[in-house]
């Protein structure tokens, strides 16, 4: 039986996969050629448009709003995981009533667009009485209902690709149902899920982003204030790519913090070498001890 699950391309469809790679490459330097072309032409690398960055208070303004996203995203993540994880032991439940509930908010919250729940939070709470609203409270409470939504599901599939004879070896022993998800389940399927909920915390990092729309003062929305001075030669693209450069950094930190974890959740799965010889080694006295009698 071959293990090959399709056939070996042949010389004529290297030489078309070759040209087909060779057309999209061509394709892609064309666009940002001329993508760079029109910024040169309309004078988005001039001097006049960038000077704006050398100026000391624009670099602390710049830090500031940077620390606005991190604080945003650190609030969202660390909310997001604890709503997730109770929305999912409450889909896991055996009480009807609370698995239905949690069912159904998690899939209010999955549906609804984050930057609706942004602008309810922080235009709908007011008139209703709610004073205490800032936008970061409005920025924080979407990122949280949206993306704990998300993570619920993550760690309700996550538990339930534990094999299903490790709940049962457990009830057999006598361990309460709590007892099995949090010291059998939880720990093995973390594993699994650890890559996945690394991923989605690069997703609360970039929704950060639409707290622009309720005057968060994060990097887009002083991008925006920045470009739409005048005073500066209004720097809409070079503050626009600046910004966008330093979303691109931190999606690459924690892309390759989760690559990591990846590598090395795969390295303890695997057997250590040394420990492999030992074993063999002593079957291999064993049999020679059996073969002697």
Request: a positive charge; charged letters at 15%.
């Amino acid at each position: 039986m071959s293990a090959v699950l399709f056939d070996a391309p042949g010389p004529r469809a290297r030489r078309r996969n070759t040209l087909l790679g060779v057309v999209a490459a061509v394709l892609v330097v064309g666009v940002l050629a001329f993508i760079v072309w029109r910024f040169a032409v309309t004078g988005q690398f001039s001097s006049d448009k960038w000077r704006v960055f050398g100026f000391p208070l624009v670099q602390r303004s710049i830090l500031q709003a940077l620390g606005s996203t991190l604080l945003a995203f650190a609030y969202g993540a660390v909310l997001s995981l604890a709503l997730g994880l109770l929305l999912a032991i409450g889909r896991l439940s055996a009480r009807s009533w609370l698995r239905v509930t949690c069912t159904v908010v998690v899939e209010l919250f999955r549906a609804v667009p984050l930057l609706i729940l942004m602008m309810i939070v922080y235009y709908g709470l007011p008139p209703l009485g709610v004073t205490f609203i800032t936008p970061l409270i409005a920025v924080v409470t979407g990122l949280t209902l949206y993306n704990g939504a998300v993570l619920a599901e993550v760690f309700r599939t996550g538990v339930q690709s534990v094999p299903r004879g490790q709940r049962e070896a457990a009830e057999a022993l006598g361990m309460r149902r709590g007892h099995v998800l949090w010291q059998i389940l939880l720990p093995q399927a973390t594993r699994a899920m650890l890559p996945v909920i690394l991923a989605q915390f690069v997703v609360i990092l970039k929704d950060t982003a639409l707290g622009f729309i309720v005057t968060y003062q994060e990097l887009l929305y002083y991008a925006k204030y920045l470009g739409s001075n005048f005073q500066y030669g209004a720097p809409l693209i070079p503050a626009t790519i600046v910004v966008g450069t330093v979303y691109i950094g931190l999606c690459l930190v924690l892309s390759g913090a989760s690559k990591l974890v990846e590598r090395r959740l795969k390295g303890t799965r695997r057997t250590r070498p040394g420990t492999r010889v030992a074993v063999s080694s002593q079957h291999d006295d064993a049999d020679r001890e059996d073969a002697a009698r």
